[in-house]
């Protein structure tokens, strides 16, 4: 079974995936125009998550918390993230947080509308946690990119033992 990672790069997404029988790290790179880049549809998936607000949010804010499960290194530096796939980095600047709720990050190469977000949602009366995504992609790229973030998710569950 394999996992993967979303990583931003210019003009392509990269996606890592690895073996969990071998742990083997393999990548593949999807190339897109820059009129497919300005042409992005947005996209909002929700994830039930068995998870604490506080706890999930640690993974989803703080540098070590998003390079067990998004990135293989995360740096936090003059208020921009350093995402590293493969050796390469990818910034992006937090321009969202609320503290156990939600965290919006924009890639520093992509258009100013186009964003990706987490946010921590729970149910008032049963407490039940999720996490909706909000990401932008392609229209004819939406069903791969839903994979990678169903992927991703799955693998931040077993990340939090959840």
Same mark, same amino acid.
């Given at each position: 079974?394999?996992?993967?990672?979303?990583?931003?790069l210019?003009?392509?997404?990269?996606?890592?995936?690895?073996?969990?029988?071998?742990?083997?790290?393999?990548?593949? &790179?999807?190339?897109?125009?820059? =009129?497919e880049?300005? +042409? #992005?549809?947005?996209?909002?998936?929700?994830? +039930?998550?068995?998870?604490?607000? #506080?706890?999930?949010?640690?993974?989803?804010?703080?540098?070590?918390?998003?390079?067990?499960?998004? &990135? /293989?290194e995360?740096?936090?530096r003059?208020q921009?993230?350093i995402f590293?796939?493969?050796?390469?980095?990818?910034?992006?600047?937090?321009?969202?947080?609320?503290?156990?709720?939600?965290?919006?990050? #924009?890639?520093?190469?992509?258009?100013?509308?186009?964003?990706?977000?987490?946010?921590?949602? =729970? /149910?008032?009366?049963?407490? /039940?946690? &999720?996490? &909706?995504?909000?990401?932008?992609?392609?229209?004819?790229?939406?069903?791969e990119?839903?994979l990678?973030? /169903?992927?991703?998710? =799955?693998?931040?569950?077993?990340?939090?033992?959840?």
């Amino acid at each position: 079974m394999y996992e993967s990672t979303l990583s931003k790069l210019s003009c392509k997404y990269s996606l890592k995936y690895f073996s969990l029988e071998n742990k083997s790290k393999k990548s593949t &790179a999807v190339t897109y125009t820059p =009129q497919e880049m300005s +042409e #992005k549809k947005k996209i909002t998936l929700e994830y +039930e998550v068995n998870s604490s607000p #506080k706890i999930l949010f640690g993974f989803l804010s703080e540098p070590n918390g998003l390079s067990q499960w998004f &990135a /293989d290194e995360v740096i936090y530096r003059d208020q921009i993230f350093i995402f590293i796939w493969d050796g390469e980095e990818h910034k992006a600047k937090l321009v969202t947080s609320k503290e156990n709720k939600l965290v919006r990050f #924009k890639w520093l190469d992509d258009d100013p509308q186009h964003y990706f977000e987490m946010e921590v949602l =729970q /149910d008032e009366l049963t407490n /039940d946690v &999720a996490l &909706a995504i909000t990401d932008f992609a392609p229209e004819d790229t939406i069903d791969e990119r839903k994979l990678i973030w /169903d992927n991703q998710i =799955q693998y931040l569950i077993r990340v939090l033992g959840v």
